[in-house]
């Protein structure tokens, strides 16, 4: 699975974005996928995963309330929907997949349990 990452740009503080994350190759309804982020001099983390149906869903506490992921199996697409942007949501958004394990869990969060990953997009909120 090749991952392609999109969307990000630079925007005013309580805007929106929405990334996009196009997958290519196996086909994409079998496998879990999550959004992560890494801001400027910290370390990589999580912001939300998704289900391979799209029925189930998990957030950050950071995110909860502001951020909506979703997929379209039909285009092989995970989308994360970014409202009320506050500069700390500053970052590069990487996208990331792994073969499906039915349910999410306390494991949605590890980096480690995605195999595949995408290249970014930097999102840029100013104040």
């Known amino acids: 699975v090749q991952l392609q990452a999109s969307g990000g740009g630079l925007v005013q503080a309580g805007g929106s974005l929405r990334l996009s994350c196009a997958a290519s190759?196996?086909?994409?309804?079998?496998?879990?996928a999550a959004w992560f982020r890494q801001a400027p001099g910290k370390e990589r983390e999580f912001v939300s995963s998704?289900?391979?149906?799209?029925?189930?869903?998990d957030y950050a506490d950071s995110v909860k309330g502001r951020f909506t992921i979703s997929r379209d199996n039909a285009k092989n697409t995970v989308y994360l929907q970014m409202n009320s942007l506050n500069p700390e949501d500053t970052a590069v958004y990487y996208c990331?997949?792994?073969?499906?394990?039915?349910?999410?869990?306390?494991?949605?969060?590890?980096?480690?349990?995605?195999?595949?990953w995408g290249q970014g997009t930097q999102v840029t909120v100013s104040s």
């Open positions: 998704v289900t391979q149906s799209g029925d189930s869903t």
């Open positions: 990331a997949a792994r073969s499906s394990r039915g349910t999410l869990g306390p494991w949605t969060g590890s980096q480690s349990q995605y195999r595949y």
């Open positions: 190759g196996r086909s994409f309804r079998y496998y879990t």
